[in-house]
């Protein structure tokens, strides 16, 4: 980073350490991912440097190699020429002061000169970081809104990282302004949520943010509708949860998961975690045994580990924990494939394919998750063949499975 700077200040370019960095290395966070702004315009970034990545050039960034391959975002002053709170069109050729003028908080307007180490401060950021410990917008804070609505939830997410209130005038303008959120795209929203829940100093602060500015009935609407109907008891809850983890805190809160992360446009894979949530929470075992933990974690599958970190954030899951991992730990077979015996074993021994195999592996598993005993080939096929009624197969596909097996010459 300081090479970077060097040489563009060497090409007669200003050039100074500006944003979240700055910050937290003044409150003493680790943070060596600096930004840099300069005079300099992409286009001499890109000719001053053999190695650049143009991931910003309409908004004036241009990201540059070091020798590693790191990349080192640096960006042109800029201000706002037009913007719609939600795209700017930006113009060059400004002062830094006017680029920090354009910025959101005062926070995060502070520049630091790695090479003369100046600091430049023109909105006091450093008191409100220190003295008054404040989140407060640059300058008027519904026009800084305004340019972005993004930036009344990152209101939320910094007082709820650092655990610093809302200037007054920035939060009454957050509220002026929240309708303005439904302009944003899911995507941005849904980064900026996650963030803050990973980031804050307890996820019920951000919610409880969230809440009183007004921002859930927009985005996040099945986390007022929480059947409980108790969004304060559902925000203690998820502070002791074991890890953050924004998916599963944002399921937890939620009465309708998958609607909830399919309107923020996660991965199908975050979707179809919170729809088995969804499905699932309400599915635990009446008593807590090896067989009865055996059948829950056969139905519930791959979300046992979410269900399991609610239940003990929630405070009773402990016992269920345990024998759960007792029950992994003897490797009990749980699922189809770890039956000791396949849909081939079944056409070998007379069963014709088809739908009746699915049945009789079903009835199999069953009867494993009961018996973890018979789960070898010679037992299952002894079951097969003597379709006793321990396997609970249904009348009509058992006289079929019977009789293909006596027409194979195996019964």
């Known amino acids: 980073m300081l090479a970077i700077a060097r040489r563009l200040e060497d090409a007669g370019y200003e050039t100074w350490c500006i944003g979240g960095a700055v910050r937290d290395n003044l409150l003493g966070i680790a943070n060596h991912d600096f930004d840099l702004g300069t005079a300099a315009t992409p286009a001499v970034v890109q000719k001053l440097f053999r190695r650049t990545v143009p991931i910003g050039v309409k908004h004036g960034t241009v990201a540059v190699l070091d020798d590693q391959g790191g990349q080192h975002e640096v960006t042109t002053f800029r201000k706002d020429v037009k913007t719609d709170g939600r795209h ?123 809440t009183e500015v007004g921002a859930l009935q927009w985005w996040l609407p099945e986390v007022v509708k929480r059947e409980t109907g108790n969004v304060k008891r559902d925000a203690d809850v998820v502070d002791r949860f074991p890890v953050r983890d924004p998916v599963l805190v944002t399921a937890y809160l939620s009465g309708d998961p998958e609607a909830l992360l399919r309107r923020l446009r ?59 991992a007792r029950v992994r730990h003897s490797h009990a077979p749980l699922t189809l494939a770890d039956l000791a015996l396949r849909g081939t074993d079944l056409v070998e021994l007379g069963v014709q394919e088809g739908p009746d195999i699915g049945v009789v592996l079903d009835a199999l598993l069953d009867l494993v998750l009961e018996h973890p005993e018979l789960n070898t080939r010679e037992a299952l096929l002894h079951e097969v063949t003597k379709l006793t009624g321990e396997m609970p197969i249904p009348p009509d596909v058992r006289k079929r499975v019977t009789d293909s097996i006596r027409r194979s010459g195996q019964l």
């Open 88 to 210: 700017a069109e930006v113009a060059f050729g400004v002062s830094l002061d006017e680029d920090l003028a354009r910025r959101d908080f005062t926070i995060n307007a502070i520049a630091y000169h790695p090479l003369r180490h100046e600091w430049r401060d023109p909105f006091d950021g450093h008191g409100d970081l220190f003295d008054r410990e404040v989140v407060r917008a640059v300058g008027d804070p519904r026009q800084r809104f305004r340019e972005d609505y993004l930036r009344i939830v990152r209101a939320l997410r910094f007082s709820a990282r650092f655990g610093f209130p809302i200037e007054r005038a920035t939060w009454e303008a957050a509220r002026a302004e929240i309708e303005g959120l439904k302009q944003l795209s899911a995507e941005r929203v849904r980064d900026e949520w996650f963030k803050g829940l990973d980031t804050a100093q307890t996820p019920s602060r951000l919610l409880d943010l969230w």
């Open 266 to 324: 996660c991965s199908n894979a975050e979707i179809e975690r919170g729809r088995r949530i969804g499905e699932f929470r309400d599915a635990w075992p009446a008593v807590v045994t090896d067989v009865s933990v055996r059948h829950w974690l056969a139905e519930v599958g791959g979300a046992a580990d979410d269900l399991l970190a609610m239940a003990l954030a929630e405070g009773w899951g402990g016992e269920l924990a345990d024998v759960a």
